[in-house]
C-alpha cells in the first residue's frame, strides 16, 4: 500500500509540474490544482497512515501517535485545502482579467515572438 | 515624569499638527516652539541627576528573547544634546512662523519638524545600540521629506534624494558596524559596551567596526568624500536648514564620533581614519566656501569645515581634544543657527541669495546685521566671542600633539590655514553684504525683519557673547557633564578662559585674523573683476557628477543582473524555481542517506489499487487534455480530487474527507464558470512543432519526471517510517480538558492554532473581495462578448432552457424543470446537512468550514439550476456583509477572552444540564466556528457570484458588444 500512495502522489505532482511550466493560464492553473492534491497527500502521509484510527479522542486510549493518525498532519491539511481554494479562484480570475486586457492566455501576457 | 515622554511629546503632537488646517501658521508656530521650550525647560531640571558622571536609565521589553529591550539612557553628553535639539528647535519653530508664506502647507512642515525632533532625540537617548540605528535611519528618512518640502521644485527633489542616498546607505554601514560591534561585546546595550573598550580595540574585527560605524558617522556629518550632499540640501527651507544642517541632524554623526570614542578611539586607525577625514573636510570646506555666491552654501561649506574640525578632534586620540570637539559641537550649533537664520531674513527680505548682488543692508536691515556680524565674528574665531575659545583649544590640540614628525609640523600649519579660510567666508558673509554702497537692483525692497522673527537670533547670538566672555561661569559645568562620559569618566585638566597670556594658539589666532582679512580684501578685488567665481583648483572635481555617474553605473548593473536573474517571461523562472527545489533536495541527501524505514506496512487491497490507478490516470490525462479540451481536463481534475478524498476518507482523516469532498463542488464550479472567457483553442491536425518545442517539452518532461520521482521516493521514505511523537500527544491529550471537544482536529483549529485559523479566514475574506474588484473592472475579450454558440444557433422563439432565461418566469420552462424541483426540494435539506455538520464539530468530523460549505454549495445549486436572476430576485444574500459579521463575530469571541482576563482567543466550556437532552458542553469555540462558517459562505458565494455575474453583464449591454463582435467576425 505504502508504495502506491507514494507512487499516486509522485505521478500527481510530476503531472503536476508538468502542466505549471506550460505556457497557457489555464494549464498552469490546472498545474497548481494538481499541485495542491499532490502536495496534500504527501503532508498527511507523513503523519503516518492508519486504518480505522481517526484523532477523535476516545476514552481508555493512551493519547499518542500509536493510538490515533496524527492530527497536526490533518488540521495543517484542512487549512491548507481552503486556502487552496481561495488562491485558485483568485488566480482564475487573474487569468480571466489578463485575458481580456492583454487579448491572450499566454502565461507572459503576451504571444511568443 | 518618564524619559519616554522626551520621545512621544513631540511625536504624538507632531502626529495630530500632520492633520491640523494646512495654513494656521501662528498656533501651529506656537504649538510647536511652546513644546519644544518646554521640553528644554524639563531638560535643564534634570541637570542634577546627570551631573558627575550620573546616567538616568529606563527600559522597556521589547523581543527580551533576543535581548533586545528599548532603553532610554540620558547622560550627561547626551543631555546636552537633548538640550541644543529642543532648544534650538524652539527658536527655529518660532523663526518659521514668519519665514514660511502664507501660501505654504505648514502643518506638513511643523508635522514633520517635530517628527524629526523626535527621532534626533531618540537617536542622542537610546541606550542600545540597535535602536540608535532604527532612529538614525528615521532622521534620514525624515529630513528626506523636509529638503524635499517644496516637493514641486527640482532642486529640492535632487537634494532630497541625493541626501537620503547618501545618508541612508551610510546607515546601512552602521547598522552593519554596530551588529559586528555587539557581536564582539556579546550585548547592544549601550552601557556595556561602553564598558569593553579594551576588549573591542584588541578583537580582530576591530576594523571592520571601525570601518562601517566611521562611514555612517562620515556620510551624516557631510565628511569628505561624501561631503556632497549637504550644498544640495539647501533646497530645503531656511528653517530646516537651521535647524537640521547646523544644529541637528549632521551633528548626529559627531555625536556617534563621540559616543563611540572611548570605544574605539585610541588606536593609529582611528587617528588616520577619523582625523584624515576630519582634516580634509576642515581644509576643503573653507576653501570652497571662499567661493560660494549663495548665502546658503557659504554656511553649507562652512559647517561642513566646522563639521571637519569637530571630527579631527575626536581623531586625535587625546581626552582633551574630545573636549574641546564637544565644547565646538555646542558653539558651533550657537553660531550656526543664527547665521543660518539671518541668512533667511536676508533672503526673504530681498528677494535673493545671491553675494554678488548684496551689498550696503545694514542702512535698511541694522538689526540683522548687527546680529549676522556678531555670529559670523564668533564664526571667524574672533576673540570675546564663544568660537574662538574653542578654536583656540583647537589650535593648542595641534601644536601639543605628539605623532609623526610631518604630521606634527604640518597639523598647525593645516589649522591656520583653515582659520584664514574661514576670517574671509566670514567676512563675505557678515561684512560684504551689510556694508559697502546699497544695492540698487534688488528683487524686493528690504526692511527690517519682523520683531519676533530676529528674537530667535538676537538670544543665540546672546549667548555667543555670554560663552565668549565668562566661559567658565556660564557653559563651563555643562561642559563638564557633557564631556564627562565621552571621555569615559576621568576629565582631562583644562581651564576655560579668554586670556592664556602669549601662547602659540593666540599667535596662530592672531595671524589668522589679519592674514584673513587682508586675503578677504584680495579676493574680493579679483571677484568684482569677474575671476575666481569658482574655486580655483577644486572646480574641476565635481563630486556631484561623481556620485551621479555612480548612481547611472549602479542603475545600469541593477538592471543588467536582473535581466539575468529575473527575466519577464514566467516559463524559465518557473523552470528555475522547481529545479532549484530539486537540487537542494538532492544535496540534503548528500547529508542524510536515503533508506527506507522499518515500520509494519498496511496490507494491500484490491479496491485500493484500482482507486489509485484511476487516481494516477486522471492526473495523467488532465495534464495531456488541459491545453485542447478543457472540460475534460476538469472532469479529469474533479476525478483526481475524489481520488484524493477518498485516501483521506479511508486512512482515518474524516474532516479532511468532508472538506476536500465541498471544497472539490466549488472549485469545479468555479473553473466552470470560468471557462466561458477563455479563448477557443484547437488542435490543429498534421501540424508539427518546431524543434526549440520539442525540446522544450522533452526537458520540462525530465523535470517533471525527476520531481515526481523525488516525492515518490521521498514520501516512500517516510512513509515506511513512524512518525515522531512530536507534538501531537499534547493536543490529543488536552483536546477534551482543555478544548472541550473529542474531535482533536476541529479543536485545534477553532481552539489550539485559532489565530492561524484566523488568519486564514481574514484571506479567505480578502481574497474574496478581491476577486470582487477585480472583476467590477473586467473587461473580457471581444469574442467572449458573443452568447455562447449553442445558445446562438437555438431560433428567439423555440421555448428551450438552453437559452439563458431573461426573467424571472422564464427560469426552466423545458427539461430543467425537474432538477429544479429537485434542487429546490434539497435547499432545506442540505441546510440541515451543514447545520448537522456544524453542531457535531467539535466532537465528531465536521464543523465551521464544512458547513459553511455545504451552505454556500446548497446556495449554488440554486444558481445553477435556477439562474442568477432568479435566486437574486428571491433571495437577499449580501455575501459581503457575511464575511464582515462572520470576521466580527470570529474576532470578538477571541477578545472576549482577553476581557477576562485571559490571552487572546481561549477558550472556555459552559456545562449545564438541559430536560431531554441531558448534560450539554458549549465551548465559545462555537461562537468562533460560527464566525468561520459565516466567513467561509460569504466568501465562496462573493466569489462565484462575482463570475456569474459577468454572463449578465455581457448580455445587458448589447449594444456597446455589437461593433467588436462584428469585427471579430468579418475575417
Known amino acids: ?113 | 515624569m518618564s524619559l519616554f515622554f522626551l520621545l512621544l511629546l513631540p511625536f504624538l503632537v507632531g502626529l495630530v499638527m500632520a492633520v491640523m488646517p494646512t495654513r494656521a501658521r501662528t498656533s501651529l508656530a506656537g504649538g510647536a516652539s511652546l513644546i519644544s521650550a518646554g521640553l528644554t525647560a524639563w531638560l535643564i531640571t534634570l541637570y542634577p541627576l546627570v551631573r558627575d558622571g550620573q546616567v538616568i536609565r529606563q527600559t522597556v521589553s521589547w523581543i527580551p528573547s533576543i535581548g533586545l529591550d528599548l532603553i532610554l539612557r540620558l547622560d550627561g553628553f547626551a543631555w546636552m544634546f537633548s538640550v541644543l535639539i529642543t532648544g534650538i528647535g524652539a527658536l527655529v519653530a518660532l523663526y518659521a512662523r514668519y519665514y514660511m508664506s502664507p501660501a505654504d502647507p505648514v502643518s506638513r512642515f511643523y508635522a514633520l519638524f517635530l517628527l524629526f525632533m523626535s527621532a534626533m532625540l531618540g537617536v542622542v537617548t537610546s541606550g542600545n545600540l540597535i535602536q540608535l540605528v532604527v532612529f538614525w535611519e528615521l532622521t534620514s528618512l525624515i529630513s528626506f521629506l523636509l529638503i524635499g518640502y517644496w516637493h514641486h521644485r527640482v532642486d529640492a527633489q535632487r537634494g532630497a534624494r541625493m541626501a537620503l542616498i547618501v545618508t541612508g546607505a551610510g546607515g546601512l554601514a552602521l547598522l552593519g558596524g554596530v551588529i559586528v560591534l555587539g557581536h564582539i561585546v556579546g550585548s547592544f546595550d549601550l552601557d556595556v559596551v561602553l564598558g569593553s573598550g579594551d576588549r573591542v580595540r584588541a578583537h580582530p574585527l576591530y576594523a571592520p567596526v571601525l570601518i562601517l560605524v566611521v562611514l555612517g558617522a562620515l556620510t551624516k556629518s557631510a565628511q569628505f568624500p561624501f561631503h556632497f550632499w549637504l550644498s544640495r540640501a539647501m533646497a530645503a527651507p531656511t528653517p530646516v536648514s537651521a535647524f537640521l544642517h547646523s544644529a541637528t541632524m549632521v551633528k548626529a554623526g559627531v555625536f556617534l564620533l563621540a559616543r563611540l570614542w572611548s570605544v574605539l578611539s585610541g588606536t593609529e586607525l582611528w587617528f588616520w581614519v577619523v582625523g584624515g577625514a576630519g582634516a580634509a573636510t576642515l581644509l576643503l570646506g573653507s576653501y570652497i566656501a571662499m567661493f560660494q555666491h549663495d548665502l546658503k552654501r557659504v554656511l553649507a561649506y562652512s559647517t561642513m569645515s566646522h563639521l571637519g574640525l569637530i571630527t579631527l578632534l575626536l581623531g586625535l586620540n587625546s581626552p582633551l581634544a574630545a573636549v574641546a570637539g564637544v565644547f565646538h559641537i555646542m558653539n558651533h550649533a550657537a553660531f550656526k543657527a543664527s547665521l543660518f537664520m539671518a541668512a533667511g531674513i536676508v533672503d526673504h527680505e530681498t528677494g535673493t541669495r545671491d553675494i554678488r548682488r548684496l551689498t550696503g543692508l545694514w542702512s535698511r536691515m541694522p538689526y540683522t546685521g548687527a546680529l549676522a556680524l556678531v555670529a559670523s565674528a564668533a564664526m571667524a574665531g574672533v576673540p570675546l566671542l564663544n568660537g574662538f575659545l574653542s578654536k583656540e583649544m583647537f589650535f593648542a590640540e595641534t601644536v601639543f600633539m605628539t605623532s609623526q614628525p610631518w604630521v606634527e609640523r604640518g597639523l598647525p600649519v593645516l589649522a591656520t590655514l583653515a582659520a584664514i579660510f574661514a576670517v574671509v567666508y566670514s567676512l563675505r558673509f557678515g561684512y560684504g553684504i551689510f556694508f559697502g554702497s546699497p544695492a540698487t537692483d534688488l528683487p524686493r525692497e528690504p526692511e527690517e525683519a519682523p520683531r519676533w522673527m530676529r528674537a530667535p537670533i538676537e538670544l543665540l547670538v546672546l549667548c555667543c557673547l555670554i560663552v565668549g566672555m565668562a566661559p567658565s561661569v556660564s557653559i563651563g559645568p555643562a561642559l563638564a557633564v557633557a564631556a564627562l562620559p565621552v571621555v569615559g569618566g576621568v576629565l582631562p585638566e583644562y581651564s576655560l578662559a579668554v586670556w592664556h597670556g602669549f601662547t602659540a594658539p593666540l599667535y596662530m589666532s592672531l595671524i589668522a585674523i589679519t592674514v584673513g582679512i587682508a586675503a578677504y580684501v584680495r579676493i574680493r578685488r579679483h571677484q568684482r573683476r569677474g575671476h575666481l567665481q569658482n574655486a580655483p583648483v577644486i572646480e574641476r572635481f565635481n563630486a556631484r557628477r561623481l556620485f551621479d555617474l555612480g548612481l547611472l553605473w549602479l542603475t545600469l548593473w541593477a538592471r543588467r543582473i536582473l535581466k539575468v536573474l529575473s527575466p519577464a517571461r514566467l516559463q524559465p523562472q518557473m523552470f528555475a524555481i522547481i529545479a532549484i527545489a530539486l537540487l537542494l533536495a538532492l544535496l540534503a541527501a548528500r547529508d542524510l542517506p536515503l533508506a527506507w524505514g522499518e515500520r509494519e506496512q498496511l496490507p494491500a487491497s484490491a479496491a485500493f489499487v484500482l482507486l489509485w490507478a484511476i487516481g494516477m490516470a486522471c492526473a495523467i490525462g488532465a495534464a495531456m487534455m488541459a491545453k485542447f479540451h478543457r472540460l475534460v481536463a476538469i472532469t479529469l481534475m474533479g476525478g483526481a480530487g475524489l481520488v484524493t478524498c477518498l485516501t483521506f476518507a479511508w486512512f482515518s482523516a474524516p474532516d479532511l474527507a468532508l472538506t476536500q469532498i465541498s471544497v472539490e463542488v466549488v472549485t469545479t464550479t468555479l473553473f466552470l464558470l470560468g471557462l466561458r472567457w477563455l479563448p477557443v483553442r484547437l488542435e490543429e491536425l498534421g501540424v508539427v512543432a518546431s524543434a526549440r518545442t520539442r525540446l522544450r517539452r522533452a526537458r520540462d518532461l525530465l523535470l517533471a519526471i525527476a520531481a515526481g520521482t523525488g516525492l515518490a521516493t521521498l514520501s516512500y521514505a517516510m512513509l515506511t517510517r513512524s512518525a515522531p511523537q512530536s507534538i501531537s500527544p499534547f493536543f490529543l491529550e488536552r483536546a477534551l480538558p482543555e478544548g472541550g471537544g473529542t474531535n482533536a482536529v476541529n479543536v485545534m483549529l477553532v481552539d489550539f492554532r485559532a489565530l492561524d485559523t484566523l488568519g486564514e479566514i481574514t484571506v479567505l475574506g480578502a481574497v474574496a473581495l478581491t476577486v470582487y474588484a477585480l472583476l467590477r473592472r473586467f473587461r473580457p475579450a471581444a469574442e467572449s462578448m458573443l452568447a455562447p454558440r449553442q445558445q446562438r444557433a437555438v431560433p428567439a422563439d423555440v421555448g428551450t432552457d438552453l437559452v439563458g432565461p431573461t426573467t424571472v418566469e422564464g427560469v426552466a420552462r423545458g427539461y430543467m424543470g425537474v432538477p429544479t424541483v429537485i434542487a429546490r426540494l434539497l435547499l432545506p435539506v442540505m441546510l440541515v446537512v451543514a447545520a448537522h455538520l456544524f453542531l457535531r464539530g467539535h466532537n465528531q468530523p465536521g464543523g465551521g468550514f464544512v458547513a459553511g460549505l455545504v451552505i454556500a454549495i446548497a446556495m449554488i445549486t440554486q444558481y445553477i439550476v435556477s439562474g442568477s436572476r432568479f435566486v437574486e430576485g428571491r433571495t437577499r444574500l449580501l455575501p459581503g456583509r457575511w464575511v464582515a459579521w462572520g470576521l466580527l463575530l470570529a474576532t470578538c469571541t477571541g477578545l472576549g477572552a482577553i476581557t477576562l482576563g485571559y490571552p487572546l482567543l481561549t477558550s472556555h466550556t459552559a456545562h449545564f444540564a438541559v430536560p431531554l437532552l441531558g448534560d450539554v458542553h458549549f465551548p465559545t469555540a462555537t461562537f468562533f466556528d460560527l464566525g468561520v462558517l459565516f466567513v467561509v459562505v460569504g466568501a465562496t458565494l462573493l466569489m462565484l457570484t462575482a463570475i456569474a455575474h459577468q454572463s449578465l453583464r455581457a448580455h445587458r449591454q448589447p449594444s456597446v458588444v455589437a461593433a467588436p463582435v462584428a469585427h471579430v467576425e468579418a475575417p
Open chain 1, 1 to 113: 500500500m505504502e508504495v502506491l500512495l507514494a507512487l499516486v502522489i509522485g505521478v500527481m505532482a510530476g503531472a503536476a509540474v508538468w502542466l505549471v511550466l506550460r505556457p497557457r493560464t489555464f494549464q498552469v492553473i490546472m498545474g497548481l490544482t494538481l499541485l495542491s492534491y499532490a502536495v496534500n497527500l504527501f503532508i498527511f502521509s507523513v503523519g503516518s497512515i492508519f486504518i480505522d484510527k481517526p484523532p477523535i479522542v476516545t476514552p481508555g486510549l493512551a493519547p499518542n501517535l500509536e493510538s490515533y493518525t496524527d492530527p497536526m498532519a490533518q488540521s495543517l491539511v484542512l487549512t491548507a485545502i481552503v486556502i487552496g481554494f481561495a488562491t485558485t479562484a483568485l488566480f482564475l480570475v487573474v487569468l480571466l482579467a489578463l485575458r481580456g486586457l492583454s487579448g491572450t492566455d499566454h502565461v507572459d501576457g503576451r504571444e511568443e515572438s
